[in-house]
């Protein structure tokens, strides 16, 4: 039912700096593969084979990724290197991937709101943070859970997890009620609050099911947190409807936007992928 994902991937990753300078954050990668990549692998486990891609100026590798690239091919064909380009090549013509720019950054919902001419107004659609790297080793996905929860609930909804409560001003907040194991029926959302303001410390990560009248909202919401079109704030409209669930998924998310997590992913996938115990 959810065919398309969107991947907004405009960002200047100025935490990773001079790396990102003239490489997008999201062709930073984990082991061997570009964060980016790992996201569309998830999503299109979940389903989703329309890759729906929000770049900016200096994103062009990330086209790049997901083509063909002869000249390589040329070079290691029939040699015992050949097997490297599997994965990639088998993800590539499984999906469809389209672009569109985002010319001034103007926020994660602006960002959602760029990507409306690739998604269209019918359907229901997942985003996917390349930086919230999700990983659950024995079980689905995480856009997976999600999919399989859309399908009974017909709404919008978001992952969270439990953060410390120190950490409340790096994310959207919920607040809410829980209608069964791990769901919530949101009544409440801030974008990074500060300590005393948060309704509590379940924390929106880089995963959404967006119902497609979120673009109408976007429209008309007005710049929040940072002067920027948030993404919580739209949503905030629609759980004023009663129209959006928070998530409590299963499986482990790195911040691979920060130095730490990064480096935490790094090793975790080393020991898991590398050196099975
Ligand atoms: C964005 C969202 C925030 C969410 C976070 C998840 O913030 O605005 O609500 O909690 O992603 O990673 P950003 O990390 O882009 O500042």
Do not use: W
Request: aromatic share 8%; with cysteine; hydrophobic share 35%.
């Amino acid at each position: 039912m959810i065919k398309k994902c969107l991947f907004p991937a405009a960002g200047y990753g100025t935490r990773f700096l001079p790396a990102t300078k003239a490489m997008p954050k999201e062709m930073l990668p984990i082991l061997n593969k570009p964060l980016i990549q790992y996201g569309v692998e998830e999503a299109l486990k979940a389903g989703c084979c329309t890759m729906a891609i929000v770049t900016g100026r200096g994103k062009r590798s990330i086209e790049d990724h997901f083509d063909i690239s002869y000249e390589l091919e040329h070079q290691i064909k029939g040699t015992d290197k050949e097997n490297y380009l599997d994965e990639i090549r088998t993800l590539i013509q499984a999906c469809t991937f389209s672009y569109t720019r985002q010319n001034e950054m103007k926020g994660l919902g602006h960002a959602i709101l760029t990507g409306e001419t690739l998604i269209g107004q019918e359907d229901p659609f997942a985003v996917v943070l390349a930086d919230d790297l999700c990983a659950n080793p024995n079980g689905k996905g995480v856009l997976s859970q999600m999919v399989r929860l859309y399908e009974k609930y017909h709404c919008s909804i978001v992952a969270i997890e439990e953060i410390e409560p120190k950490n409340v001003d790096k994310y959207g907040i919920i607040e809410g009620e829980e209608i069964e194991k791990g769901v919530y029926k949101v009544s409440n959302m801030i974008e990074k609050p500060s300590t005393q303001e948060a309704p509590s410390n379940l924390a929106v990560i880089g995963r959404y099911i967006l119902t497609p009248d979120i673009f109408n909202i976007l429209r008309v919401t007005k710049p929040g947190k940072k002067g920027e079109i948030q993404i919580t704030d739209a949503l905030l409209q629609q759980a004023k409807a009663g129209k959006v669930l928070a998530y409590k998924f299963e499986g482990k998310r790195y911040d691979c936007g920060s130095i730490d997590g990064f480096v935490q992913a790094t090793n975790d996938f080393y020991h898991t992928l590398y050196h099975k115990v």
